[in-house]
T-cell receptor, first 113, second 109 residues
Framework: GAVVSQHPSRVICKSGTSVKIECRSL??????MFWYRQFPKQSLMLMAT?????????EQGVEKDKFLINHASLTLSTLTVTSAHPEDSSFYIC?????????FGPGTRLTVL | DAKTTQPPSMDCAEGRAANLPCNHS???????VYWYRQIHSQGPQYIIH???NNETNEMASLIITEDRKSSTLILPHATLRDTAVYYC??????????FGQGTTLQVKP
């Protein structure tokens, strides 16, 4: 199946700093990508839909000014966690669909100290 | 998208078939049934999907009842590496997946 990559796989940052996470579709183009967050022992929670060339669509309760999403090309979406705090520590996962299905990246483990 | 109900956990003996049920009584005619699994600290992995007919691939089989209100994922010969959380998701295929709590499958030696 298609491959989705994420970078970095792990990041540790200080409280108050911003962190950028990249999601790439490696062998297909994706006009839409999705960002999820997962806390320990919980299911994945959809945060937002990233749309190439237009604004992202955020799920209810997700702060768009805190979680900035940019989908500048058909193979790259970025999620920037601005002014990160310890409660933002989580596992962030992206996905991208093609005509056959939806494929997930390996996830990014964010730890905010 | 239709809601799904899965048992929170199941055990299976290694080498045996694992049968994971899913109820989706409010499924509509154009919604597909998808199954994904997540092994600890990894991104979800696609397993199989179907609309009406039973489906089989190299990983698993999907049995959908005639009224489409429930389905069963079958792992024919479970191994220890199949220990994971299995998610049943019903949706119109836009790519947007909403995850429930899933079933934690523990394969035991």
């Amino acid at each position: 199946g298609a491959v989705v990559s994420q970078h970095p796989s792990r990041v540790i940052c200080k409280s108050g700093t911003s962190v950028k996470i990249e999601c790439r579709s490696l062998d297909f183009q994706a006009t839409t990508m999705f960002w999820y967050r997962q806390f320990p022992k919980q299911s994945l929670m959809l945060m937002a839909t990233s749309n190439e060339g237009s604004k992202a669509t955020y799920e209810q309760g997700v702060e768009k000014d805190k979680f900035l999403i940019n989908h500048a090309s058909l193979t790259l979406s970025t999620l920037t966690v601005t002014s990160a705090h310890p409660e933002d520590s989580s596992f962030y996962i992206c996905s991208a669909p093609d005509h056959l299905g939806t494929y997930f990246g390996p996830g990014t483990r964010l730890t905010v100290l | 998208d239709a809601k799904t109900t899965q048992p929170p956990s199941m055990d299976c003996a290694e080498g045996r078939a694992a049968n994971l049920p899913c109820n989706h009584s409010t499924i509509s005619g154009n919604e597909y049934v998808y199954w994904y699994r997540q092994i600890h600290s990894q991104g979800p992995q696609y397993i199989i999907h179907g609309l009406k007919n039973n489906e089989t691939n190299e990983m698993a089989s999907l049995i959908i009842t005639e009224d489409r209100k429930s389905s069963t994922l079958i792992l024919p010969h479970a191994t220890l590496r199949d220990t994971a959380v299995y998610y049943c998701i019903v949706l119109f295929p836009t790519g947007k997946l909403i995850f429930g709590q899933g079933t934690t499958l523990q394969v035991k030696p």
